[in-house]
């Protein structure tokens, strides 16, 4: 097996959290998964904390589809030093553990649930999905039992607006389907309960669509008993701002060689620097196996389809490399096979590699 690349061992070394963004389907579950395993390889104590919609390598591990990490039983023949623990984060799961988190007690928790617009929210809006990565992404980073957090993120358009989270009003106020949630709080700050109501019926329109939730007198009512839980996201997301702001933790914008997943990957870093974070590093995933590249670069009339391609990743690097001057470049070549197993994801680790 060869050496991790110098740069990819610093970067696990000397990071506490790593985050992962990107498009839909670029490589950022088993970027993750593989950058987990190799700091676990070497030594760090890790937790890799998963919102993968497909949820097909959290299979192949064994990954708990759980919020609380559990260890994963890791094979010998890795020579792992250290260890790594995984969680998966569920909507439904994470909408409960929210309002238990927040309501000011058992018996408002279990009212909110058991509350007619509850099952449409908790499995449709998608927000306290991202917030609550947020919340777990703060308690693994406080546990002492591990040394290191990757936190894997959903597709980027959702990855946006949990960029988003910590920041506005440290919480929801400017994002699509939240906004109808939250907007009648704050305007019921300023107007008083019964104008409250009111205006959020007419706001609610927007949630009932996106729920299918019509009664909106009921959601009214869900959004008087949420209110607290909603207040306690607040909270969160001021400290989670700040964790994130920590030169310890990394951005990676993953992407692949192709002209829109750069317009994507470019998107993405300018969001992250909208909203005051750096990118360190983007990994272009998918490349050519470096054998292949490299018998190109001496004979490109020997295959030019590929020779074509080639070209088209170093454009994209170069591209990548103009656009985000301060952020490490990394590759990573394209399997044969999808890689599954944990010795798959661990040998991938070993061929990232810096580009220059
Ligand atoms: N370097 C690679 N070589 C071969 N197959 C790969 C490579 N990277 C990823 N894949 C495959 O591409 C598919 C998408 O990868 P993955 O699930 O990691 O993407 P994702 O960015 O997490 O997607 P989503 O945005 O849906 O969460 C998977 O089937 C995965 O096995
Ligand atoms: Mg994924």
Not at 22 to 31: D, Y
Not at 34 to 42: H, K, P, S
Not at 62 to 74: E, Q, R
Request: glycine share 8%.
């Amino acid at each position: 097996v060869a050496e991790l690349d110098p740069a990819v061992a610093d970067l696990l070394s000397s990071s506490r959290v790593i985050v992962l963004l990107g498009a839909g389907g670029v490589g950022k579950t088993t970027t993750s998964v593989t950058l987990a395993l190799a700091a676990a390889q070497a030594g760090r104590r890790v937790a890799l904390l998963s919102i993968d919609p497909a949820k097909r390598l959290a299979a192949a591990l064994g990954m708990p589809l759980s919020g609380t990490p559990k260890p994963l039983v890791l094979p010998a023949a890795g020579g792992f030093r250290g260890t790594l623990a995984a969680a998966m984060l569920d909507q439904k799961e994470v909408f409960d553990a929210m309002v238990r988190r927040h309501a000011p007690s058992e018996a408002v928790a279990l009212r909110i649930m058991a509350h007619p617009a509850y099952k449409a929210a908790s499995t449709k809006l998608s927000g306290p999905l991202e917030y609550m990565a947020l919340a777990k992404l703060q308690d693994l980073a406080n546990d002492p039992q591990y040394d290191l957090v990757v936190l894997d993120t959903p597709p980027d358009d959702h990855a946006l607006d949990f960029l988003a989270r910590p920041n506005i009003l440290a919480g929801f106020a400017d994002n699509k389907v939240m906004t109808w949630l939250v907007r009648p709080f704050l305007i019921a700050g300023k107007l008083g309960l019964g104008r409250m109501l009111s205006a959020g019926e007419k706001l609610m329109g927007g949630v009932a669509k996106v729920t299918g939730v019509t009664a909106l007198h009921s959601f009214a009512d869900f959004l008087v008993l949420i209110q607290e839980v909603i207040d306690g996201f607040h909270l969160a997301g001021e400290k989670t701002a700040a964790l994130l702001r920590q030169p310890s933790t990394r951005f990676i914008v993953v992407t692949i060689a192709t002209r829109s997943a750069t317009r994507g990957a470019l998107h993405v870093t300018d969001a992250l620097r909208r909203f005051g974070y750096r990118t360190a590093a983007l990994l272009i995933n998918r490349l050519l196996p470096a054998p292949v590249s490299d018998a190109l670069r001496r004979d490109p009339a020997s295959a030019p389809v590929l020779a074509k391609r080639l070209a088209g990743e170093t454009a994209v690097s170069a591209t990548l490399a103009t656009a985000i001057k301060d952020a490490q470049r990394f590759g990573l070549p394209e399997t044969e096979r999808e890689p599954a197993e944990v010795l798959d994801l661990l040998a991938l680790a070993h061929q990232i590699r810096a580009l220059t």
